[in-house]
């Protein structure tokens, strides 16, 4: 179970970093890595509390992910920046990451 945890973690922190990169806010998108970061770790570490660590890191991304689909959708209008098809493809990995 801690190495689909660890897996699916690695999944967020890759996607985010390459939004950084593909949006050219790179710094941001280092900073909110941290905390998924830290979390890798704990679950690699066979922390008994990596995984309670990883939950809430997961559903905090699940559901920006499910405002960006609606606001893509147009159904929500809480972002108002536009979407390249590569940050949507990655917002799919990372929303897939976070249900797994």
Excluded: K, N
């Amino acid at each position: 179970m801690q190495r689909v945890i660890a897996v699916c973690l690695g999944a967020v922190l890759v996607s985010l970093l390459l939004v950084g990169v593909v949006s050219g806010t790179f710094v941001r998108h280092v900073i909110q890595v941290v905390p998924v970061a830290v979390a890798l770790v704990a679950v690699t570490r066979r922390s008994d509390l990596g995984p309670f660590a990883a939950l809430p890191i997961f559903a905090l991304w699940l559901l920006l992910m499910v405002l960006i689909w609606l606001y893509l959708a147009g159904v929500q209008t809480f972002f108002t920046d536009s979407f390249s098809s590569v940050e949507i493809l990655l917002t799919v990995i990372i929303g897939l990451s976070s249900v797994t």
